[in-house]
Structures are given as C-alpha cells and as structure tokens.
C-alpha cells in the first residue's frame, strides 16, 4: 500500500509541472563582489555560492559588498571549567550597489555541544559555517530578486 501511495505521489508531483522557485531566481541576477572582509572561510562559502546562483550577461546587476563575524560563545561549562556547550553565532552585512544603494543584514545561530574528538569538532563548525552561508544566500537572493522588482 506504502509503495502504490508514494508512486501515485511522485507522479503527481512530476506530472503537476513543478519547478523549484530558486531554480527560476538563479537565472535571473548577475552579482559581482566588489570587496568581502570577516572570516576567511565564510567569505569563501559564501563567494563560492553567489558565484555559482550569478547569471552573466543578465540585465540585473548587483555590485555587493559584505562582512562576515563568526563568535563561538560558550554556554555552559562542566565542574572541572572545561565548556561543554557553545552557541556559534554568524553575522553578515551586505551592502548592495545598484540601483539603489541598501543595506541588508542576517544573523544565524546554532546551539551545540562540545565534541571530545577536536578534529570532528572543527569538521563540525565548518559544516555548520557552509550551512549558515547557504542561508544567507538564499536569504541575500530573495531580497536582490525583490529589489530588481521595484
């Protein structure tokens, strides 16, 4: 019964001519990055995914600047003073020079706790650095699609 319910599902959706929203946003925007300061592997992900959601030879054309912060705040801590658990907290300010000029800025956050192996811990953070730029550019495209509205 599960197997007929998910094939009658499955071709309803592919039948129904769904196309994802971000597919269609991507095709339309050209972002140049004029300059980029903060944290180094933030800055990366985050160039390396407007880069590839860029479109060249588009007529919307964003000029953005941005700065990114990175703090790991310590929660909690055990009762030999060792931390436990951490709150990482990402901030990025965009400036966009088009049309006309605006400011936008995210703050992402996550609660986790500490790992007693150091190297998964810092795979970890940077997994969650990749996926907090992923937000913000998500984020950061969806505002640059509104603005090439007006």
Same mark, same amino acid.
């Given at each position: 019964?599960?197997?007929? *319910?998910?094939?009658?599902?499955?071709?309803? &959706?592919?039948?129904?001519?769904?196309?994802?929203?971000?597919? /269609? =946003?991507?095709?339309?925007?050209?972002?140049? !990055?004029?300059?980029?300061?903060?944290?180094?592997? $933030?800055?990366?992900?985050?160039?390396?995914?407007?880069?590839?959601?860029?479109?060249?030879?588009?007529?919307? !054309?964003?000029? &953005?600047?941005?700065?990114?912060?990175?703090?790991?705040?310590? *929660? @909690?801590?055990?009762?030999?003073? /060792? @931390?436990?658990?951490?709150? *990482?907290? =990402?901030?990025?300010?965009?400036? !966009?020079?088009?049309?006309?000029?605006?400011? *936008?800025?995210?703050?992402?956050?996550?609660? $986790?706790?500490?790992?007693?192996?150091?190297?998964?811990?810092?795979?970890?953070?940077?997994?969650?650095?990749?996926?907090?730029?992923?937000?913000?550019?998500?984020?950061?495209?969806?505002?640059? !699609?509104?603005?090439?509205?007006?």
């Amino acid at each position: 019964m599960k197997k007929i *319910l998910m094939l009658i599902l499955i071709t309803l &959706i592919y039948g129904c001519g769904y196309t994802s929203l971000y597919e /269609e =946003m991507k095709s339309d925007l050209e972002i140049n !990055i004029i300059s980029m300061e903060g944290d180094f592997e $933030i800055n990366n992900f985050i160039k390396n995914n407007l880069r590839i959601s860029s479109n060249k030879g588009s007529s919307n !054309i964003h000029d &953005i600047t941005f700065k990114s912060e990175f703090k790991k705040i310590i *929660l @909690a801590k055990n009762a030999t003073g /060792e @931390a436990t658990d951490y709150n *990482l907290e =990402m901030i990025v300010k965009f400036k !966009i020079n088009s049309s006309n000029e605006k400011e *936008l800025e995210f703050k992402e956050n996550f609660k $986790i706790k500490k790992n007693s192996d150091n190297f998964e811990q810092t795979n970890y953070e940077k997994d969650i650095k990749r996926n907090f730029s992923e937000i913000v550019v998500e984020k950061l495209i969806l505002n640059l !699609i509104k603005i090439s509205d007006y």
